[in-house]
T-cell receptor, first 112, second 114 residues
Framework: QQQVKQSPQSLIVQKGGISIINCAYE??????FPWYQQFPGKGPALLIA?????SEKKEGRFTISFNKSAKQFSLHIMDSQPGDSATYFC???????????FGTGTKLQVIP | DVKVTQSSRYLVKRTGEKVFLECVQD?????MFWYRQDPGLGLRLIYF???????EKGDIPEGYSVSREKKERFSLILESASTNQTSMYLC?????????????FGPGTRLTVL
């Protein structure tokens, strides 16, 4: 019940295209959903996060869409650039608990 | 800038050796975490600590122990390294407010056990 399922495992997108990564969860107690971005040789870093009281959050080219009834959330990268090539992790946590549950990661490659 | 330092970027050890991985922070954050990262499995929590000398098991604590004698330092110990512990190990820190604060990660230690 603590799992966060992430798909696809890898993704190749052409420059200028839209990258979409999907995540699903079971535990309805989750109330915070961050996305982390990891470049090769680096640790993950927070990219964007959403709470379940909103259905969408946008920061620049990055948008999280959240569907509470379906227990799904997704990351959309608009106008994808080669510099966006990285591994992306969705995550979920519960207010009051330190633990964060991470998805299995999506390796994104944006080709020119 | 948040700084999370891990003692080694690459480490090669032999089966049965005792291995110490160290993480040091300069942010005075209460919470510190150890994860391992494996392809297709994502980030899995090994142990975390919410205060000096306090620790809690994560999802995969078997074969590992931890130590936090000072607030800024959190060590991961492999008592007797095995080949299935070959992995990337990531340390993370988080401010006191539980769970909804950002986790800041170190660069990772790639451990190979031969």
């Amino acid at each position: 019940q603590q799992q966060v399922k992430q798909s696809p495992q890898s993704l190749i997108v052409q420059k200028g295209g839209i990258s979409i990564i999907n995540c699903a969860y079971e535990n309805t107690a989750f109330d915070y959903f961050p996305w982390y971005q990891q470049f090769p040789g680096k640790g993950p870093a927070l990219l964007i996060a959403i709470r379940p009281d909103v259905s969408e959050k946008k920061e620049g080219r990055f948008t999280i869409s959240f569907n509470k009834s379906a227990k799904q959330f997704s990351l959309h990268i608009m106008d994808s650039q080669p510099g966006d090539s990285a591994t992306y992790f969705c995550a979920a946590s519960i207010r009051g608990y330190q633990k964060v549950t991470f998805g299995t990661g999506t390796k994104l490659q944006v080709i020119p | 800038d948040v700084k999370v330092t891990q003692s080694s970027r690459y480490l090669v050890k032999r089966t049965g050796e005792k291995v110490f991985l160290e993480c040091v922070q300069d942010m005075d954050h209460e919470n510190m975490f150890w994860y391992r990262q494996d392809p297709g499995l994502g980030l899995r929590l090994i142990y975390f600590s919410y205060d000096v000398k306090m620790k809690e098991k994560g999802d995969i604590p078997e074969g590992y122990s931890v130590s936090r004698e000072k607030k800024e330092r959190f060590s991961l110990i492999l008592e007797s390294a095995s080949t299935n512990q070959t992995s990337m190990y990531l340390c993370a820190i988080q401010r006191g407010r539980p769970s909804t604060d950002t986790q800041y990660f170190g660069p990772g230690t790639r451990l190979t056990v031969l």
